[in-house]
């Protein structure tokens, strides 16, 4: 079975410092990772993605994650958070059962202070 | 392009009551999935649809249920409301299966 687990539920940083919202998973066949964003009364936006190639993956706003196979990670980072940046982070995994299926992870909280 | 629209935004029933809401994708994506988002219990697939036939399907009982046209439009229906439907409704639409482009939600609430 696949599951997705995100480490914090809530992530309180200063603005224009770094964060980093973690995110491991499990899995007994391939996945496809993803980090979605979700601001208030809104749906989710796509920040990135990883389908294969390379492990560090650059996506929008600034956000960055990196994909680790033997630690079953991909933990979203970015240098210099803004105020901006307040919102629900959520990771997800997709694999193929003769279509493909997605879970997500129960969400991250950030929340950034001035 | 247009992104995902689903109609109503908000939404307001009563117990006992049913309710169809409406997706539509990006155009040119055939694949369209409906998840339930409320508090407690997070994001949870309800069921997907490709090319008018459902592919896959979440744990939910039947009263929660779907359909997609031919022109890749999307409903789902909820019979019989209970208190525990009120969520945030989401649609997401895939043109390559793996990644998915979700439109802005329909809260419902129930009375």
């Known amino acids: 079975a696949q599951s997705v687990t995100q480490l914090d539920s809530q992530v309180p940083v200063f603005e224009e410092a770094p964060v980093e919202l973690r995110c491991n998973y499990s899995?007994?066949?391939?996945?496809?990772l993803f980090w979605y964003v979700q601001y208030p009364n809104q749906g989710l936006q796509l920040l990135l993605k990883?389908?294969?190639?390379?492990?560090l993956v650059k996506g929008i706003n600034g956000f960055e994650a990196e994909f680790n196979k033997s630690q079953t990670s991909f933990h979203l980072r970015k240098p210099s958070v803004h105020i901006s940046d307040t919102a629900e982070y959520f990771c997800?995994?997709?694999?193929?059962?003769?279509?493909?299926?997605?879970?997500f992870g129960a969400g991250t909280r950030l929340f950034v202070k001035a | 392009k247009a992104g995902v629209t689903q109609t109503p935004r908000y939404l307001i029933k009563t117990r006992g009551q049913q309710v169809t809401l409406s997706c539509s994708p990006i155009?040119?994506?055939?694949?369209v999935s409906w998840y339930q988002q409320t508090p407690g219990q997070g994001l949870q697939f309800l069921f997907e649809?490709?090319?008018?036939?459902?592919?896959n399907k979440g744990n939910f009982p039947g009263r929660f249920s779907g359909r997609q046209f031919s022109n890749s439009r999307s409903e789902m229906n909820v019979s019989t409301l209970e208190l525990g439907d009120s969520a945030l409704y989401l649609c997401?639409?895939?043109?390559?299966?793996?990644?998915?482009?979700f439109g802005p939600g329909t809260r419902l609430l129930v009375l």
């Open positions: 997401a639409s895939s043109a390559t299966q793996e990644t998915q482009y």
């Open positions: 899995s007994s066949v391939s996945v496809y």
């Open positions: 990883y389908l294969s190639g390379s492990t």
């Open positions: 997800a995994v997709s694999y193929n059962t003769g279509g493909f299926k997605t879970i």
């Open positions: 155009s040119g994506h055939r694949s």
């Open positions: 649809y490709f090319s008018e036939t459902q592919r």
